[in-house]
């Protein structure tokens, strides 16, 4: 994998909202459980609390608004251009919601977190408290999240991880969610280090990782 100047991989994230998963990155990083850097950020809205908080941050911060860049390949092609400079080993999506066309320097090297057990409550539509509405509305007993490589479908690449907890018969979507944030606040740095270490393997639908 090339690495940065300092030999740590180098990681651009991808967001529209919140920013809680960056901030978590960043959280993991500052306490030394991600050796990576992190140096642009690309939000496809401009006043949202994920560009507060990667400027915050020192991050260079690009905003590429949907109607700047209204297709997949527009998209693709900003967001390629804002990272070029950077030496990119790997694309976070945290919280991205917009389509992008994946290419090619990007495949295999692109994930996404998502708030359920895919392929279960996944796709267009499928975001945010949505999620764990219909995870409700379903009756699950188990929900979860998943990281998942980024392929041209929605929320459907090879899975990298999961990992799951017990649906609570009081649980509200808002209860509900919370508790599966804080598994992906777990997951998505787990996952990010597998890839560091070389340790993901591509073969076909499945993910293979490596022993340590
Ligand atoms: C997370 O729930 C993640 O699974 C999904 O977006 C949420 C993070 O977005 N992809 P944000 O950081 O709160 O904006």
Known sequence: MARGTRGRAQVAVLLSGTGRSLENLLACRARGELDIDIPVVVSTRA???GVEIARAAGIETH???RRDAPSP???SARVAEALA???IDLVLLAGFLAQLRVLPEWEGRMLNIHPS???LFGGKGFYGSRVHAAVLEA???VTGCTVHFVDAGY???PIVLQRCLAVQEDDTPETL???VFALECEAYPEAVRLFIAGRLRIDGRVVRVAPA
């Open 85 to 87: 400079p950077h030496g």
């Open 47 to 49: 006043d949202v609390r």
């Open 177 to 179: 969610g919370a508790r």
């Open 155 to 157: 929320d459907t690449g």
């Open 139 to 141: 009756g699950m007993k």
């Open 63 to 65: 905003v590429v608004r």
């Open 117 to 119: 057990l895919l392929p």
């Open 73 to 75: 390949d527009a998209l």
